[in-house]
């Protein structure tokens, strides 16, 4: 398969795909069964990436870590990569999941709040006929124990899931994703993190005109205070700062883990 290139935006390798190439780059690998996962990420998950060289290897490693926000795409653009798009986290999952119906895979959906993986499959189950929930399960706020990390990995096996979507929100799904990847027989594993509530019914999302002008953040600021104001006034001054310093570039072969 052709390598896809990505765009180095302050180390992380953002992969210069639009919605279409990274549906495509899906397919392939569940048909050819290979084994990766998909990170979707803006500047929360880059600034992060600049504190933790862990998490930013992991984001290296992926199959995709496409551009969930409109920054990542300027950058991309700005690099060369014109034909960049933004693909958005929650509208990968339903660009994912139509296939699905048509093609008869099975999805597994790990994560959020208790009840809220089973609320998901059962709005998505209505929205999209004949899709194919194989199991939902909300994991424990803390580390798993050992043994907790063997029977969640049985679990899924078990299931005979062809995508398992992960909602645990940037840092701790991407981790989640490295940790479990060879342990899966699922070829896909998806971190989509506030998709699982977008699509549940539980939040709302930015309107599009806020969206396509990178506002996005302003939006669930306002909607949830006290939970993001840390995240956005720490990363996003610094992220500017950095990306002035040093210009995101075109990679057109990055280079394997």
Known sequence: MESIPRVDVLGVGVSAVDR???????????ERRERHYVCVTGVHGVMESQRDPALRRVHNASGLTVPDGMPMVWAGQRAGAHWMRRVYGPDLMLDVLNRAVERRWSSYLYGGADGVPELLGSELSGRLPGLKVAGAWSPPFRPLTPRE???????INASGADLVWVGLSTPKQERWMAAFRERLEAPVLLGVGAAFDFHAGL???APAWMAERGLEWSYRLAKEPRR??????????????????????????????
Not at 20 to 30: N, Y
Not at 149 to 155: G, L, N, S, V
Not at 243 to 255: C, G, H, M, S, Y
């Open 149 to 155: 990390e063997r029977e969640t990995a049985d679990r």
């Open 228 to 257: 993001l104001w840390r995240r956005y006034l720490r990363n996003n001054p610094a992220y500017l700062a950095r990306i002035a310093l040093r210009p995101p570039r075109l990679v057109r072969e990055w280079p394997q883990p």
């Open 203 to 205: 939040k709302p999302q």
């Open 20 to 30: 279409t190439r990274a549906l495509e780059a899906v397919t392939g690998w569940i």
